[in-house]
Structure formats: structure tokens, C-alpha cells
């Protein structure tokens, strides 16, 4: 009887640790990333604003030559 009362503890213990993770992990997920994102967000835009002045360099430079 004993072991299953062992196998019983095991169980509820494995069950108590899947929803700690999940409730980590999710935590995780929500957890200050405004600020990353902010950043990324602040580094696409000044990615995008350098490949459009290539962009009308080339163009420019095209339409003289031309």
C-alpha cells in the first residue's frame, strides 16, 4: 500500500511541477520584453531608413548616368 501511496505523491508532484512550469514559461513570455522590443523595433527602423537612402543613392546616381 505503500507504494502506491509513493506512486500517488509521484504523480501529484510531476503534475505540480508541469503547471509551475507552465505558469514560469508563461511569466517568461510576459515579462518586461517591451523595452527589447522598443529596441528592435528602434533598430529595424533605422535599418530601413539607411537601406531607403541606398536605395535613392543608387536611383540618383542611375538617373544621371543615364
Known sequence: MFTHYTFL???LA???????????L????????HEVSRFRR???RAA??????????VIDATCVAA
Open 9 to 11: 505523491a509521484l504523480d
Open 26 to 33: 508563461a511569466a517568461a513570455a510576459r515579462a518586461d520584453r
Open 42 to 44: 528602434l533598430v529595424a
Open 14 to 24: 510531476a503534475q505540480r511541477t508541469a503547471e509551475a512550469d507552465r505558469y514560469r
Open 48 to 57: 530601413v531608413a539607411v537601406a531607403r537612402a541606398a536605395d535613392d543613392t
